[in-house]
């Protein structure tokens, strides 16, 4: 009789069952577990410690075309990680070297040679940041944050910049880069503690609440001289709202509608867009994948201010196994989370 596999040996995983109509739910996922398969010629395999929990992966749980491929049904659910190197037969990749990339919502990942360079792996130095830092200012969010405002908002000093989701990922880091290159940053966050938070922590100029009063009253008190930058996280309301008070030549950047990824009808697109018409504005969205190139770049001028102290990084860390991950994505949609959401699975 074969012996029972120890916990060691097994690999714990969280599968799409089933694409979600609104939020998801508990029958949109299923909990599996496999033996660890050999290691093969090239490859490695990295323990995930920590996953990044991002509202983008609402939208790769949706069929259709989209800058990147839906996640299948029955696939493990894609999400970017840190992790550390268990076993490796590569060269590029020593046993306990700490790594970063698309690990999956899993204990662990088995990568082929051929895989290493899709799955984006990467060395990080946790003599830079930490874990959670590594998938929030030093990560996805801060690069989706530098290449966003930088490349597509193309902020000048003095001007003003305004960025939703101030409190979350991307926000906290546009917000406090916008500030370092000289703008005046007015942030719009969900609730009187967050808003507190970057405004006297983050240094942000002004902070409109959005559940407690107006947003057109807050850009009028905190924009008098118009929005010549608006980073957009939500989409929806908020942004047609601001298209009202943009200036001439504005930049809007849209990297993300956290207010319509549940939508179970059409989504709300901006009834005053033709602001940008009169304004002579433009309107880009951006997609941080297609700076994959200059990561390090942006990985090394973040690490400076954070070194320095210019710029703080804030995350919300669950620990948990990978099994807590459907309860905690749902801290996004509800605004629970404060800064990156991270979950934890273990330490380096």
Not at 152 to 167: I, L
Not at 191 to 205: H, I, M, P, T, Y
Request: proline share 6%; aromatic share 6%.
């Amino acid at each position: 009789m074969t012996a029972p596999l120890s916990s060691a040996s097994l690999n714990h995983q969280v599968r799409l069952a089933a694409r979600p109509r609104g939020l998801p739910v508990a029958s949109d996922w299923q909990f599996t577990e496999e033996a660890l398969p050999p290691l093969p010629p090239g490859g490695v395999r990295v323990r995930t410690l920590a996953l990044s929990l991002d509202p983008a992966m609402r939208g790769w749980m949706n069929e259709g075309r989209s800058y990147i491929p839906p996640v299948g049904i029955g696939e493990v659910m894609r999400a970017g990680g840190v992790g550390v190197v268990e076993a490796s037969d590569s060269p590029a990749f020593e046993v306990g070297t700490a790594v970063s990339g698309g690990l999956g919502v899993q204990q662990y990942v088995t990568l082929p040679a051929e895989q290493l360079r899709k799955s984006g792996l990467t060395r990080i130095d946790l003599r830079l940041g930490t874990l959670p830092q590594w998938l929030n200012v030093l990560g996805m969010p801060g690069m989706t944050a530098y290449f966003g405002l930088l490349d597509v908002g193309h902020p000048q000093p003095g001007q003003t910049v305004v960025v939703s989701g101030a409190a979350g990922a991307v926000g906290q880091t546009v917000g406090q880069l916008a500030r370092i290159k000289g703008c005046r940053v007015v942030g719009i966050a969900g609730g009187q503690a967050k808003c507190d938070w970057v405004v006297q922590e983050l240094g942000f100029d002004a902070c409109i609440d959005y559940k407690t009063g107006s947003v057109k009253d807050g850009l009028k008190q905190h924009c008098p001289a118009g929005v010549d930058v608006y980073f957009d996280n939500v989409g929806g309301e908020i942004l047609d709202t601001v298209l009202t008070r943009i200036t001439r030549g504005a930049r809007i950047v849209i990297c993300g509608a956290i207010s319509q990824y549940n939508a179970t009808s059409a989504v709300q697109g901006p009834q005053n867009y033709l602001s940008l018409l009169v304004n002579r504005a433009r309107m880009e969205g951006m997609v941080v994948f297609d700076y994959a190139d200059r990561y390090p770049q942006a990985v090394a001028e973040l690490a400076g201010y954070l070194q320095d102290g210019r710029l703080k990084s804030r995350e919300d860390v669950v620990a948990g196994t990978v099994q807590d991950f459907p309860a905690t994505l749902l801290k996004l949609f509800s605004g629970e989370n404060f800064g990156k959401l991270v979950l934890q699975l273990g330490s380096a």
